[in-house]
């Protein structure tokens, strides 16, 4: 089992632009999340996931849209990314509501 | 107000020394959950261990064990017998019994752990 994982590790953008973060799990989970971590801060839920075809917001949802057709892929996009963008994001799944998350290996983006 | 807050923004132990990292929390559920994670300089986040509510002993794990004090609102992990690998933040996170369903984690901002030869 490959567990999460994440697509791609590194990426550079300049504002404006846009990108889709990929994040996919062979755990047959039914909850999926999108985390920023931002330097000092722990982690902040942008948008989750209970299920394929069902999305909603999380902490800190502006300037980004997820969707998860199915079960085991969960996609994050950045329409026009803005600096305040620039972090590193996890994605992370659980079987249950209740149980431990597990986490993808991250993403480095960096808007100019 | 912070969920969770941990005070220790760096802890020094030495190598086969025990070190405990503090954690509070702030929920008015009665149903909840604890967790902790490592995050190594590589960037990876690790569970470590986890600590429910209504659990009337304290979770271990091999060398992590939690120290659990309900009325106290405080959720310490203790980390036995220190090896270098155990560099490394260290967050504490709950899951709150409200909104159940969600499951979203609230983290702390870490402490960061270095343990010297």
């Known amino acids: 089992n490959a567990g999460v994982t994440q697509t791609p590790k590194f990426r550079v953008l300049k504002t404006g632009q846009s990108m889709t973060l990929l994040c996919a799990q062979d755990?047959?989970?039914?909850?999926m999340y999108w985390y920023r971590q931002d330097p000092g801060m722990g982690l902040r839920l942008i948008h989750y996931s209970v299920g394929e075809g069902t999305t909603a917001k999380g902490e800190v949802p502006d300037g980004y849209n997820v969707s998860r057709l199915k079960k085991q892929n969960f996609l994050l996009g950045l329409e026009s990314a803005a600096p305040s963008q620039t972090s590193v994001y996890f994605c992370?799944?659980?079987?249950?509501?209740?149980?431990?998350?597990?986490f993808g290996p991250g993403t480095r983006l960096t808007v100019l | 107000a912070q969920k969770i807050t941990q005070t220790q923004p760096g802890m020094f132990v030495q190598e086969k020394e025990a070190v405990t990292l503090d954690c509070t929390y702030d929920?008015?559920?009665?149903?909840?959950?604890l967790f902790w994670y490592k995050q190594p300089s590589s960037g990876e986040m690790i569970f470590l261990i986890y600590?429910?509510?209504?659990?009337?002993q304290n979770a271990t794990e091999g060398r992590y064990s939690l120290n659990f004090q309900k009325a106290r609102k405080s959720a310490n992990l203790v980390i036995s017998a220190s090896q270098l690998g155990d560099s490394a933040m260290y967050f504490c996170a709950m899951r709150e019994g409200r909104g159940s369903t969600l499951g979203r984690l609230y983290f702390g901002r870490g402490t960061q752990l270095t343990v010297w030869p």
């Open positions: 992370a799944s659980s079987y249950q509501s209740s149980a431990e998350q597990f």
């Open positions: 755990m047959n989970h039914e909850y």
């Open positions: 600590q429910g509510s209504y659990d009337e």
């Open positions: 929920t008015s559920d009665q149903s909840y959950g």
